[in-house]
């Protein structure tokens, strides 16, 4: 159990267009989603914290108006990078929990690269 | 205060060795320590995790032991496979209240290489 998804794995796209992961926890509820972004050979940094039908919450540093996080059911989180630029390429994962205070179960990831 | 340090960077071992990696946290408050294992391009994946109630928990061939007045946990994998080789991460949270410390504080990572 515990497993969770992400979509696309990979993608390339354009500079300027907007570009949207899907999270989904397939066999468990996950009131809350966490989103990370790694660069090579580096350890996760979290961007933002999603709680199912509210509002995400950004750390430090990160634009809510150019990565939008959307949590709303509880299976599916989605993270639409917008306007994306070259220095946005990066491995985006996701990790899902059924509460806030219980083990991360993170998805295989989604490499963007932004030409 | 949120800093987890975590060593060596990168560790060679033969097939059959030990691989220790060791981390070390300044939040007394934490009061959960998962280690992940992450291959290249995939995500993490939770692999052993301990609570500072014991000192030692072991699952299978890896064994966390915990030492609460250090503020130091360490991974042990004995036996080691090639397969085994990955990047291996330490992190730290706190999951009996709330506040900002439920979010898991990473180190940085080790790059694990066991040689056949």
């Known amino acids: 159990g515990a497993v969770v998804s992400q979509h696309p794995s990979r993608v390339i796209c354009k500079s300027g267009t907007s570009v949207k992961i899907e999270c989904r926890s397939l066999?468990?509820?996950?009131?809350?989603m966490f989103w990370y972004r790694q660069f090579p050979k580096q350890s996760l940094m979290l961007m933002a914290t999603?709680?199912?039908?509210?509002?995400?919450?950004?750390e430090q540093g990160v634009e809510k108006d150019k990565f939008l996080i959307n949590h709303a059911s509880l299976t599916l989180s989605t993270l639409t990078v917008t306007s994306a630029h070259p220095e946005d390429s990066s491995f985006y994962i996701c990790?899902?929990?059924?509460?806030?205070?219980?083990?991360?179960?993170f998805g295989p990831g989604t490499r963007l690269l932004v030409l | 205060q949120q800093q987890v340090k975590q060593s060596p960077q990168s560790l060679i071992v033969q097939k059959g060795g030990i691989s220790i990696i060791n981390c070390a946290y300044e939040?007394?408050?934490?009061?959960?320590f998962p280690w992940y294992q992450q291959f290249p391009g995939k995500g993490p994946a939770l692999l052993i995790a301990?609570?500072?109630?014991?000192s030692e928990k072991k699952e299978g061939r890896f064994t966390i032991s915990f030492n609460k007045s250090a503020k130091q946990f360490s991974l042990h994998i004995m036996d080691s496979q090639p397969g085994d080789s990955a990047t291996y991460f330490c992190?730290?949270?706190?999951?009996?209240?709330?506040?900002?410390?439920?979010?898991?504080?990473f180190g940085k990572g080790t790059l694990l290489t066991v040689n056949p």
């Open positions: 990790s899902a929990s059924r509460t806030i205070l219980e083990t991360q179960y």
């Open positions: 066999d468990f509820q996950a009131t809350t």
């Open positions: 999603s709680n199912e039908g509210s509002k995400a919450t950004y």
């Open positions: 939040n007394t408050a934490f009061d959960y």
């Open positions: 301990i609570r500072p109630d014991v």
């Open positions: 992190a730290a949270s706190r999951r009996n209240s709330g506040g900002s410390n439920y979010k898991l504080t």
